[in-house]
């Protein structure tokens, strides 16, 4: 069973930068895909980008292409999103989550909250 634990959350200015981390453990990574979502209050939560573990596929949401970059280091076993240009929009708590393969995500951090200021 794979645990999840994302860190790096925080209040920043519209246009600003933050790097979200997420340590992984408990399991072996190489058959899961690794995603970030996120959920604004009063919204749905919602897909922002993945990644498979064990080669070197991504994929993301619209709207965040081009501004947020999914990545991992599987020494330390770490999923990153580094995200710039933030928006007020990206407001939302952060959620890590994990998945064999080609399924759903069916492991879930605690989340991280992203607040960006106007």
């Known amino acids: 069973q794979v645990q999840l634990v994302e860190s790096g959350g925080g209040l920043v200015q519209a246009g600003g930068s933050l790097r979200l981390s997420c340590a992984a453990s408990g399991s072996t990574l190489s058959y899961y895909s690794m995603y970030w979502y996120r959920q604004a209050p009063g919204k749905e939560r919602e897909f922002v980008a993945g990644i498979t573990w064990s080669g070197p596929s991504t994929s993301y949401a619209d709207s965040v292409k081009g501004r947020f970059v999914i990545s991992k280091d599987t020494r330390i076993n770490t999923l990153f999103l580094q995200m710039y240009s933030l928006k007020p929009e990206d407001t939302a708590v952060y959620y890590c989550?994990?998945?064999?393969?080609?399924?759903?995500?069916?492991?879930w951090g605690p989340g991280t909250q992203v607040t960006v200021s106007s």
């Open positions: 989550a994990a998945g064999p393969r080609g399924e759903k995500a069916s492991t």
